[in-house]
């Protein structure tokens, strides 16, 4: 049997829609929601708790998008937030708690919510938000977006502005497909002038601690502690009137250390020993904390209050050792703690 080829070329047309070619169903825009920050704030540095709509601002809500077309088909909408996200923080508003995103402000972010112009808002989280649409017709296809301002950490001195910002987008849908085109939503432009009340060091910002020699024999347990103490070594402040200064110690070698014993650094010879940090003339040893000067965070303690501009706070430390093993190992010993202030 005889096969016969003929050359040729099988040409295949594809075409390609993007979301706009669905021109039935256009999106438009309206308004632009416009928060607003107090045009000067005074505060201490690290007053405000993340999560809070931020002092004297202003939400605002806008009419932002409609659909144009009541002969429209859709059943849903897709809202998507284009803002960087601020991790570990979220506003709760009263529809649930809503992502928050950076202005560009140090400390200061923005949350969203969206909905149909005749049902209440909804948050908006970190990623893409389908919501039911509205009723059908030109009336009811219209959409609202608040912005609130929210804190997000520590806000700096400083004069700041930030241009208008697209936030989301906004874009209809129907059977799982979108099928108009995807509105810009933005808010517009911010800016405010920050005096924040803190503290500078004004020395001990690097201590050398020498440890004084220790007899193994002399710890008989574990968490038996020398008698013998390092020399003091102390850090002073000099603050703004009326600040409030916490403090939390972190081991350096383990940041997630939230007990009261110094983990020896990798370049110690010795093994079985570990560092206590008390304040002098006390007998408690300070609890470990993460590295951060949020309001509140993980054994965070009080260290005073400063009474007028100028007034210098100190803070007189003492080590000691304590038992962590059955056995010790002798030999150099090493270990690294930092301090962070924040200003309440």
């Not at 400083?158 to 810009?184: D, F």
């Not at 390092?230 to 703004?240: E, M, R």
């Not at 080590?319 to 059955?326: L, N, P, V």
Request: glycine share 10%.
């Amino acid at each position: 049997m005889l096969f016969k080829m003929i050359s040729g070329a099988l040409i295949l047309g594809v075409m390609f829609l993007s979301e706009s070619a669905f021109a039935g169903c256009r999106v438009d825009s309206r308004w632009t929601p416009s928060p607003a920050l107090p045009t000067t704030i005074s505060h201490v540095r690290d007053s405000l708790a993340p999560g809070i709509q931020f002092p004297s601002s202003t939400a605002s809500t806008a009419y932002v998008a409609q659909i144009d077309n009541a002969s429209c088909k859709i059943d849903e909408i897709l809202v998507t937030p284009l803002g960087r996200v601020v991790p570990g923080v979220t506003y709760q508003s009263k529809t649930g708690p809503a992502a928050v995103f950076e202005t560009g402000i140090p400390g200061i972010g923005y949350a969203l919510e969206t909905g149909n112009l005749n049902v209440p808002l909804v948050s908006i989280g970190a990623k893409p938000i389908v919501l039911p649409a509205g009723p059908s017709g030109s009336g009811g296809w219209g959409y609202d977006q608040r912005a609130t301002l929210v804190v997000t950490g520590s806000v700096p001195t400083g004069n700041y502005r930030v241009p208008a910002q697209t936030t989301s987008t906004l874009g209809a849908m129907l059977n799982g497909t979108v099928v108009s085109n995807r509105e810009s939503i933005g808010i517009s432009a911010l800016s405010i002038t920050v005096t924040a009340k803190a503290c500078t060091i004004t020395s001990g910002a690097t201590n050398t601690v020498v440890m004084p020699q220790l007899v193994t024999h002399s710890l008989k347990a574990v968490g038996d502690v020398s008698a013998t103490k390092s020399a003091p070594f102390s850090l002073g402040l000099k603050c703004d009137a009326g600040v409030s200064v916490y403090a939390t110690l972190t081991d350096a070698t383990n940041p997630a250390n939230t007990g009261n014993i110094l983990s020896l650094a990798k370049n110690s010879t010795a093994t079985g020993l570990g560092i206590q940090i008390m304040k002098q003339g006390t007998t408690s040893p300070l609890n470990f904390g993460p590295d951060s000067s949020a309001k509140g965070n993980t054994n965070q303690w009080l260290v005073g209050k400063s009474v007028a501009t100028g007034s210098v706070i100190s803070l007189p430390f003492e080590a000691r050792y304590i038992k962590t093993a059955e056995t010790i190992k002798p030999g150099a010993v090493s270990a690294l703690s930092t301090i962070t202030f924040s200003y309440q």
